[in-house]
């Protein structure tokens, strides 16, 4: 049988709406460090108000995103490499990452209440084992066919595979 090794994205949206006691302090975080930061890129002649509006008008603003993420960082590292929005359908496991990237969706310097980022975490290399019944069956052990340890995660919104690395 071949197996493919892939890596599985998922993206969280923290907004104003969030409830999770995490993304607020997210949420909360990024916001102050946009208020921040924002003030690199934003012409003092003739300031725009909203993230698009200023990504618009100086292409360097593009760097807020990162900037932005620094934020974020302890908070990400809080998570331990286990992203617990995404149990396992036994509600044991939960998706590993590696690695993270955060994006400005939008925000506001007069509004707080337009601010909203995305996080998409990406998991290590994962031997895909199967798809069954809308799960992804995988194992953490990409370098092994045999004597496989699995978990099975269910498809879901804002969860894809994002890579396939190669066929074993």
């Known amino acids: 049988m071949q197996y493919k090794k892939i890596r599985l994205a998922y993206r969280a949206v923290i907004d104003q709406q969030s409830t999770w006691v995490w993304d607020r302090y997210v ?11 924002h003030q690199l890129f934003n012409d003092k002649d003739n300031p725009k108000n909203t993230f698009r509006e200023l990504l618009a008008e100086n292409e360097k603003a593009e760097q807020l995103h990162y900037l932005v993420g620094i934020a974020a960082n302890g908070y ?10 995404v149990p396992d359908v036994l509600g044991n496991q939960f998706l590993p990452f590696s690695s ?12 707080a209440t337009k601010h909203k980022i995305g996080i998409t975490f990406y998991s290590p290399p994962l031997l895909l084992v199967d798809i069954i019944n809308n799960c992804y069956l995988v194992s953490a052990e990409p370098d092994t066919t045999t004597n496989l340890e699995t978990m099975m995660f ?5 969860l894809a595979i994002c890579a396939v690395e190669h066929t074993i």
């Not at 269910?154 to 804002?158: F, I, R, S």
């Open 76 to 85: 990400i590292e809080q998570l331990k490499g286990k992203l617990h929005r």
């Open 100 to 111: 993270y990237r955060l994006d400005i969706v939008n925000t506001d310097i007069v509004d």
């Open 154 to 158: 269910p498809m879901q919104p804002h």
């Open 27 to 37: 949420f909360e975080d990024t916001y102050k460090e946009y208020l921040m930061q």
